[in-house]
């Protein structure tokens, strides 16, 4: 195992850190799968250091161009592939991003019960809670009980979509764009689109000084 592999294999070396179960179980499954001559050491870490290079500033640059312009927003609704790759955004091993636009009426929110699938090209490697059993499980039985644990309270009359992805198929949610950023520009809108509110389990909030008219 080449140094640079083992860091990102093992990135809590230097810490007190104990591996967890899943760890240990991903580090065996990985070294089972270069023994095996499936994947190669070099692919595992093209594909380790590819996902840690994004973060969810990618996806908020998407959400903010949709917000902002209503043609690219239809055209991520109609194929989300086609308008991403008009940013320089390209899905790796993913067949399609697909975009879940929340209103006033609904409110979408993106689990994967099976394991883990998240859309890593625009928000990077997914949160611990999101691969945990126990949100995989409850969000699909008590959406709205676990959103108000996030704090996030959907009103009775929104109905709350919970979306299974899957590995072929991930979703990006788009946020309602908050009343008080009507003359903000795109890169000011970015700045507003937090990671969780692109999964389902965040709102967007807005600065005071933006609603203080
Ligand atoms: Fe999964």
């Known amino acids: 195992m080449v140094s640079d592999e083992h860091d990102l294999l093992h990135p809590h070396l230097d810490d ?8 240990k179980r991903i580090i065996a499954l990985c070294n089972l799968l270069m023994d095996k001559g499936v994947i190669t050491s070099g ?6 250091q590819e996902n840690q290079a994004l973060n969810p500033s990618i996806g908020a640059k998407v959400v903010a161009r949709a917000w902002n312009d209503p043609d690219f927003k239809q055209r991520l609704l109609n194929d989300g592939k086609g308008a991403l790759a008009e ?27 099976l394991c883990s699938c998240y859309p890593i090209p ?6 611990e809670w999101y691969k945990s059993e126990v949100y995989r499980s409850r969000v699909v039985k008590e959406p709205r009980q676990v959103l108000e644990e ?20 991930r979703y990006l949610v788009l946020p309602v764009r908050p009343k008080g950023t009507e003359g903000m520009s795109e890169e000011e809108l970015t ?3 937090t990671r969780d509110s692109m999964i389902g389990t965040g ?6 000084a933006a609603t203080a008219v």
């Open 150 to 169: 996030f704090g996030v309270e959907v009103p009775a009359e929104v109905e709350v979509r919970v979306v299974d992805s899957t590995a072929e198929i």
């Open 87 to 113: 940013m320089g955004i390209t899905l790796k091993r993913l067949d399609d991003i697909v975009t879940l636009e929340n209103t006033p009426s609904v409110h979408h929110v993106v689990v994967c019960t």
């Open 203 to 208: 709102l967007i909030s807005v600065p005071s």
């Open 16 to 23: 007190d850190h104990e591996e967890t179960y899943y760890e």
């Open 43 to 48: 692919e595992l870490l093209e594909v380790l």
């Open 191 to 193: 700045e507003l689109v």
């Open 122 to 127: 625009l928000l990077g490697p997914p949160p």
